[in-house]
Protein backbone atom coordinates (compact mmCIF):
# COMPACT_ATOMS: atom_id res chain seq x y z
CA UNK A 1 0.00 0.00 0.00
CA UNK A 2 1.21 3.65 -1.12
CA UNK A 3 2.42 5.55 1.90
CA UNK A 4 0.09 8.38 3.08
CA UNK A 5 0.62 11.77 2.51
CA UNK A 6 -0.54 13.53 5.76
CA UNK A 7 -0.78 16.90 4.35
CA UNK A 8 -2.91 15.85 1.82
CA UNK A 9 -4.66 13.37 4.02
CA UNK A 10 -5.28 16.41 7.13
CA UNK A 11 -6.23 18.83 4.11
CA UNK A 12 -8.81 16.26 2.77
CA UNK A 13 -10.47 15.94 6.09
CA UNK A 14 -10.51 19.49 6.62
CA UNK A 15 -12.90 19.95 3.57
CA UNK A 16 -14.95 17.20 4.53
CA UNK A 17 -15.71 18.83 8.44
CA UNK A 18 -16.39 22.31 6.28
CA UNK A 19 -19.06 20.49 4.52
CA UNK A 20 -20.12 17.41 5.62
CA UNK A 21 -22.54 17.06 8.59
CA UNK A 22 -21.22 14.62 10.70
CA UNK A 23 -18.27 13.27 12.58
CA UNK A 24 -14.71 13.30 10.09
CA UNK A 25 -11.88 11.52 12.56
CA UNK A 26 -8.23 11.25 11.13
CA UNK A 27 -5.79 8.13 12.15
CA UNK A 28 -8.45 5.93 13.51
CA UNK A 29 -7.65 2.52 14.19
CA UNK A 30 -9.80 -0.31 12.17
CA UNK A 31 -9.14 -2.71 14.93
CA UNK A 32 -12.17 -0.59 16.72
CA UNK A 33 -13.90 -1.37 13.93
CA UNK A 34 -13.24 -4.88 13.35
CA UNK A 35 -14.85 -8.35 14.91
CA UNK A 36 -11.42 -9.65 14.97
CA UNK A 37 -9.97 -6.78 16.34
CA UNK A 38 -7.21 -6.03 14.23
CA UNK A 39 -6.03 -3.43 11.49
CA UNK A 40 -3.93 -0.32 10.95
CA UNK A 41 -5.51 3.36 11.05
CA UNK A 42 -7.63 4.46 8.34
CA UNK A 43 -6.76 8.06 6.99
CA UNK A 44 -9.84 9.52 7.30
CA UNK A 45 -12.69 8.16 8.98
CA UNK A 46 -16.05 9.68 8.65
CA UNK A 47 -19.22 9.12 9.99
CA UNK A 48 -22.03 11.07 7.11
CA UNK A 49 -25.16 12.68 9.36
CA UNK A 50 -27.82 11.83 6.80
CA UNK A 51 -28.15 11.23 2.75
CA UNK A 52 -27.15 14.54 1.44
CA UNK A 53 -24.09 14.79 4.16
CA UNK A 54 -23.25 11.01 2.07
CA UNK A 55 -23.64 12.62 -1.27
CA UNK A 56 -21.48 15.56 -0.61
CA UNK A 57 -18.81 13.21 1.09
CA UNK A 58 -18.84 10.80 -2.13
CA UNK A 59 -18.55 13.47 -4.07
CA UNK A 60 -15.15 15.24 -2.26
CA UNK A 61 -13.87 11.77 -1.77
CA UNK A 62 -13.94 11.52 -5.91
CA UNK A 63 -12.67 15.02 -6.92
CA UNK A 64 -9.70 14.39 -4.89
CA UNK A 65 -9.12 10.73 -6.29
CA UNK A 66 -8.94 9.46 -2.44
CA UNK A 67 -10.31 5.44 -2.46
CA UNK A 68 -13.48 4.90 -0.45
CA UNK A 69 -14.14 2.16 1.92
CA UNK A 70 -17.91 1.56 3.09
CA UNK A 71 -17.78 -0.63 6.32
CA UNK A 72 -20.65 -2.27 8.79
CA UNK A 73 -20.42 -3.49 11.90
CA UNK A 74 -16.53 -4.78 10.41
CA UNK A 75 -17.96 -8.37 11.04
CA UNK A 76 -16.77 -9.74 7.71
CA UNK A 77 -13.76 -7.80 7.34
CA UNK A 78 -9.81 -8.40 7.77
CA UNK A 79 -8.09 -4.83 7.26
CA UNK A 80 -4.05 -5.42 6.88
CA UNK A 81 -1.98 -4.13 10.01
CA UNK A 82 -0.95 -0.78 7.37
CA UNK A 83 -4.59 0.45 7.89
CA UNK A 84 -6.52 1.62 5.04
CA UNK A 85 -5.29 5.03 2.87
CA UNK A 86 -8.57 5.96 2.06
CA UNK A 87 -11.74 7.50 3.73
CA UNK A 88 -13.82 4.44 5.53
CA UNK A 89 -17.30 5.50 5.16
CA UNK A 90 -19.35 4.14 8.59
CA UNK A 91 -23.70 4.54 7.73
CA UNK A 92 -23.92 2.64 11.10
CA UNK A 93 -24.60 6.04 13.76
CA UNK A 94 -27.14 7.66 11.35
CA UNK A 95 -28.78 5.35 8.93
CA UNK A 96 -30.67 3.31 11.17
CA UNK A 97 -34.77 3.44 10.23
CA UNK A 98 -36.74 0.76 10.46
CA UNK A 99 -40.30 1.47 8.83
CA UNK A 100 -43.10 -1.03 8.43
CA UNK A 101 -46.21 -1.08 6.54
CA UNK A 102 -48.35 -4.35 5.91
CA UNK A 103 -45.78 -7.54 5.42
CA UNK A 104 -43.43 -4.94 4.05
CA UNK A 105 -40.19 -3.60 6.00
CA UNK A 106 -38.08 -1.41 4.89
CA UNK A 107 -34.72 -1.04 6.69
CA UNK A 108 -31.64 1.25 6.19
CA UNK A 109 -28.28 0.05 5.37
CA UNK A 110 -26.58 0.91 9.13
CA UNK A 111 -29.61 -0.86 10.62
CA UNK A 112 -28.55 -4.18 12.88
CA UNK A 113 -29.64 -7.20 10.65
CA UNK A 114 -30.80 -8.68 13.95
CA UNK A 115 -33.17 -5.63 14.86
CA UNK A 116 -35.09 -5.98 11.64
CA UNK A 117 -35.51 -10.04 12.59
CA UNK A 118 -36.93 -8.66 16.06
CA UNK A 119 -39.28 -6.01 14.75
CA UNK A 120 -40.67 -8.57 11.98
CA UNK A 121 -41.30 -11.23 14.82
CA UNK A 122 -42.94 -8.27 17.20
CA UNK A 123 -44.96 -7.29 13.99
CA UNK A 124 -45.83 -10.96 13.42
CA UNK A 125 -44.25 -10.90 9.71
CA UNK A 126 -42.65 -13.93 8.98
CA UNK A 127 -40.20 -15.15 6.38
CA UNK A 128 -36.34 -14.02 7.79
CA UNK A 129 -36.43 -16.11 11.24
CA UNK A 130 -33.30 -17.77 9.76
CA UNK A 131 -31.06 -14.99 9.15
CA UNK A 132 -31.94 -14.52 13.11
CA UNK A 133 -28.43 -13.78 14.98
CA UNK A 134 -26.36 -13.19 11.79
CA UNK A 135 -24.00 -9.91 12.93
CA UNK A 136 -23.74 -7.22 10.32
CA UNK A 137 -26.09 -4.74 9.09
CA UNK A 138 -28.54 -4.39 6.43
CA UNK A 139 -26.37 -3.05 3.49
CA UNK A 140 -23.44 -5.02 4.22
CA UNK A 141 -25.52 -8.48 4.35
CA UNK A 142 -26.90 -7.11 1.02
CA UNK A 143 -23.39 -6.05 -0.19
CA UNK A 144 -22.48 -10.15 0.27
CA UNK A 145 -25.70 -12.05 -0.02
CA UNK A 146 -25.15 -13.11 3.72
CA UNK A 147 -27.78 -16.19 4.72
CA UNK A 148 -27.42 -19.21 6.76
CA UNK A 149 -29.60 -22.66 7.14
CA UNK A 150 -30.47 -22.38 3.32
CA UNK A 151 -31.88 -19.15 3.42
CA UNK A 152 -30.20 -15.68 2.07
CA UNK A 153 -31.37 -12.68 2.38
CA UNK A 154 -32.25 -11.57 -1.01
CA UNK A 155 -34.79 -14.08 -0.98
CA UNK A 156 -36.70 -11.35 0.36
CA UNK A 157 -35.85 -8.55 -1.24
CA UNK A 158 -38.33 -6.47 -3.14
CA UNK A 159 -36.18 -3.14 -3.90
CA UNK A 160 -33.28 -1.38 -2.70
CA UNK A 161 -31.80 2.06 -2.84
CA UNK A 162 -28.67 2.91 -3.52
CA UNK A 163 -25.83 5.97 -4.34
CA UNK A 164 -23.42 5.42 -6.83
CA UNK A 165 -19.44 7.06 -6.89
CA UNK A 166 -20.96 10.35 -8.19
CA UNK A 167 -23.50 11.11 -5.59
CA UNK A 168 -26.64 10.02 -7.58
CA UNK A 169 -29.10 7.95 -6.23
CA UNK A 170 -31.61 5.45 -7.82
CA UNK A 171 -33.64 2.56 -6.99
CA UNK A 172 -33.39 -0.74 -8.22
CA UNK A 173 -35.97 -3.76 -7.65
CA UNK A 174 -35.20 -7.16 -7.08
CA UNK A 175 -34.77 -8.56 -10.94
CA UNK A 176 -32.71 -5.66 -11.82
CA UNK A 177 -29.87 -7.27 -9.09
CA UNK A 178 -27.47 -10.01 -10.10
CA UNK A 179 -26.81 -12.08 -6.33
CA UNK A 180 -24.73 -15.14 -6.27
CA UNK A 181 -23.83 -17.42 -3.16
CA UNK A 182 -21.88 -15.17 -0.87
CA UNK A 183 -21.75 -12.33 -3.20
CA UNK A 184 -23.72 -9.91 -5.00
CA UNK A 185 -22.35 -8.38 -8.06
CA UNK A 186 -25.12 -6.50 -9.43
CA UNK A 187 -24.60 -4.16 -6.11
CA UNK A 188 -20.47 -3.96 -7.03
CA UNK A 189 -19.42 -0.15 -6.59
CA UNK A 190 -23.00 1.44 -5.09
CA UNK A 191 -23.92 1.60 -1.51
CA UNK A 192 -27.06 0.62 -0.41
CA UNK A 193 -29.25 3.25 1.45
CA UNK A 194 -32.05 1.19 2.24
CA UNK A 195 -33.53 -1.96 1.45
CA UNK A 196 -37.31 -3.09 1.49
CA UNK A 197 -38.58 -6.96 1.98
CA UNK A 198 -41.62 -8.48 1.59
CA UNK A 199 -42.74 -10.77 4.31
CA UNK A 200 -46.20 -13.15 5.34
CA UNK A 201 -48.28 -12.54 8.15
CA UNK A 202 -47.86 -14.87 11.10
CA UNK A 203 -48.89 -15.13 14.67
CA UNK A 204 -46.02 -12.99 16.23
CA UNK A 205 -45.38 -16.05 19.10
CA UNK A 206 -44.64 -18.31 16.39
CA UNK A 207 -42.18 -16.76 14.43
CA UNK A 208 -40.83 -15.76 18.25
CA UNK A 209 -40.39 -19.73 18.28
CA UNK A 210 -38.62 -19.90 15.22
CA UNK A 211 -36.35 -16.45 16.12
CA UNK A 212 -35.34 -18.38 19.19
CA UNK A 213 -34.77 -21.74 17.41
CA UNK A 214 -32.40 -20.25 14.75
CA UNK A 215 -30.75 -18.39 17.29
CA UNK A 216 -30.29 -21.24 19.73
CA UNK A 217 -28.88 -23.30 16.80
CA UNK A 218 -26.44 -20.48 15.55
CA UNK A 219 -25.30 -21.13 19.25
CA UNK A 220 -25.18 -24.28 19.41
CA UNK A 221 -23.01 -24.91 15.93
CA UNK A 222 -20.67 -21.89 16.46
CA UNK A 223 -20.01 -20.69 20.31
CA UNK A 224 -17.68 -17.80 19.96
CA UNK A 225 -16.39 -15.90 23.05
CA UNK A 226 -13.29 -14.80 21.32
CA UNK A 227 -12.76 -12.24 18.64
CA UNK A 228 -13.44 -13.52 15.30
CA UNK A 229 -15.43 -13.05 11.91
CA UNK A 230 -17.29 -15.71 11.33
CA UNK A 231 -17.18 -18.26 8.46
CA UNK A 232 -13.34 -17.76 7.15
CA UNK A 233 -13.88 -19.93 3.55
CA UNK A 234 -16.90 -20.17 1.76
CA UNK A 235 -18.55 -23.70 1.27
CA UNK A 236 -17.12 -25.25 -2.42
CA UNK A 237 -19.55 -27.03 -4.26
CA UNK A 238 -21.31 -29.97 -2.66
CA UNK A 239 -18.90 -29.97 -0.03
CA UNK A 240 -18.44 -27.71 3.29
CA UNK A 241 -15.37 -25.91 4.38
CA UNK A 242 -15.51 -26.49 7.80
CA UNK A 243 -15.84 -30.53 7.01
CA UNK A 244 -12.72 -30.14 4.75
CA UNK A 245 -10.71 -27.89 7.43
CA UNK A 246 -11.19 -30.99 9.82
CA UNK A 247 -9.87 -33.11 7.25
CA UNK A 248 -6.40 -31.51 7.77
CA UNK A 249 -6.46 -31.31 11.27
CA UNK A 250 -7.20 -27.26 11.50
CA UNK A 251 -8.85 -26.86 14.92
CA UNK A 252 -6.30 -25.28 16.95
CA UNK A 253 -3.72 -24.77 14.46
CA UNK A 254 -1.85 -21.47 15.34
CA UNK A 255 0.23 -18.60 13.67
CA UNK A 256 1.53 -16.12 15.99
CA UNK A 257 -1.60 -14.93 18.34
CA UNK A 258 -4.50 -16.41 16.32
CA UNK A 259 -5.74 -19.30 15.80
CA UNK A 260 -8.30 -22.39 14.49
CA UNK A 261 -11.14 -22.17 16.60
CA UNK A 262 -11.52 -25.85 18.41
CA UNK A 263 -15.35 -25.59 18.41
CA UNK A 264 -15.48 -25.02 14.33
CA UNK A 265 -12.92 -25.53 11.98
CA UNK A 266 -14.23 -22.70 9.97
CA UNK A 267 -13.73 -20.28 12.46
CA UNK A 268 -10.16 -18.12 12.91
CA UNK A 269 -10.27 -16.68 16.79
CA UNK A 270 -7.81 -14.66 17.80
CA UNK A 271 -6.76 -15.68 21.17
CA UNK A 272 -3.94 -13.78 22.02
CA UNK A 273 -3.27 -10.49 20.27
CA UNK A 274 -3.03 -11.22 16.97
CA UNK A 275 -2.31 -9.45 14.41
CA UNK A 276 -3.89 -9.50 10.99
CA UNK A 277 -0.71 -11.07 9.32
CA UNK A 278 -1.14 -13.96 11.52
CA UNK A 279 -4.49 -14.52 10.61
CA UNK A 280 -4.03 -13.91 6.76
CA UNK A 281 -0.37 -16.26 7.18
CA UNK A 282 -2.79 -18.57 8.87
CA UNK A 283 -5.41 -18.43 6.18
CA UNK A 284 -2.91 -19.08 3.76
CA UNK A 285 -1.52 -21.95 5.32
CA UNK A 286 -4.88 -23.39 5.48
CA UNK A 287 -5.95 -23.02 2.06
CA UNK A 288 -2.19 -24.75 0.93
CA UNK A 289 -3.13 -27.81 3.48
CA UNK A 290 -6.94 -28.12 1.76
CA UNK A 291 -5.41 -28.09 -1.98
CA UNK A 292 -2.54 -30.62 -1.03
CA UNK A 293 -4.81 -33.17 0.40
CA UNK A 294 -8.11 -32.57 -1.77
CA UNK A 295 -7.24 -30.32 -4.59
CA UNK A 296 -9.88 -27.82 -3.49
CA UNK A 297 -9.21 -24.08 -3.97
CA UNK A 298 -10.90 -22.70 -0.67
CA UNK A 299 -12.61 -18.88 -1.25
CA UNK A 300 -12.58 -16.12 1.19
CA UNK A 301 -16.25 -15.45 2.61
CA UNK A 302 -14.35 -13.03 4.40
CA UNK A 303 -13.74 -9.68 2.85
CA UNK A 304 -9.99 -8.17 2.83
CA UNK A 305 -8.39 -4.53 2.90
CA UNK A 306 -5.06 -4.14 2.28
CA UNK A 307 -3.69 -7.62 1.26
CA UNK A 308 -3.37 -6.78 -2.88
CA UNK A 309 -1.28 -9.19 -3.41
CA UNK A 310 -3.12 -12.25 -1.87
CA UNK A 311 -5.54 -14.54 -3.85
CA UNK A 312 -8.60 -15.17 -2.04
Known amino acids: MSKIDIKLIENIATIIRDNVKGICRTNEPMSNHTSFKVGGPAAIYAYPEDENA ?22 NLLVSDDGFNGCVIDLTKTFRSIDVDDTHVSASSGVWLSDVVDIAAVEGLSGIEKLAGIPGAVGAGLSMNCGAFGSYISDFLVD ?8 GTKSLLRAEIEFGYRESPGLHGLIVLKAGFKLNHEKPEIVRIFVDETIAERHRRNVMILPSAGSVFRNPEGNYAAKLLEGVSAKGMRV ?17 NGKASDI ?11 FTKYKVELKLELRTVGFDDFKA
Open 54 to 75: LKSLVQICQTHTIKTLLIGYGN
Open 280 to 290: MELIQKLKDLV
Open 256 to 272: GGVEVSKAHANFIVNSN
Open 160 to 167: VKVMDSQG
